[in-house]
């Protein structure tokens, strides 16, 4: 899995996101903080998703893109603060079930 996150993301990367939302975002991306962006497989992308809005105050999409290898990327929106917490505990999440 792929980690990133972009803190105070410019206009232009916003309305990239946004079209790539479509029309059921439920988020106001133009007033988050912060964009964590979390690439991988479906399965991975879901338990992940969970793990975010159950941390903290984020809110999470699903980001539509072109990938022929059923490669997923969600995007965590909130403040910086949060969607650091968010993406660290999806990190130890699924370390843990690895471990298993």
């Known amino acids: 899995m792929d980690y990133r996150i972009i803190k ?6 916003r309305e990239i996101i946004k079209k790539r939302i479509g029309n059921n975002c439920r988020t106001d991306i133009d007033s988050v903080g ?3 962006l979390v690439q991988g ?3 991975d992308m879901l338990y992940a998703s969970d793990v975010a809005e159950k941390s903290v ?3 999470v999409e ?3 893109g072109n990938c022929p290898q ?3 990327l969600i995007g965590i929106f909130g403040d910086i603060a949060s969607v650091e917490v968010a993406l660290n505990d999806i990190k130890t999440k699924l370390e843990e079930g690895k471990s298993l």
């Open 41 to 43: 497989k479906v399965i």
């Open 57 to 59: 105050g984020v809110t």
């Open 8 to 13: 105070s993301p410019s206009a232009g990367t």
């Open 34 to 36: 912060a964009i964590g």
């Open 62 to 64: 699903d980001i539509k």
């Open 70 to 72: 059923h490669i997923t």
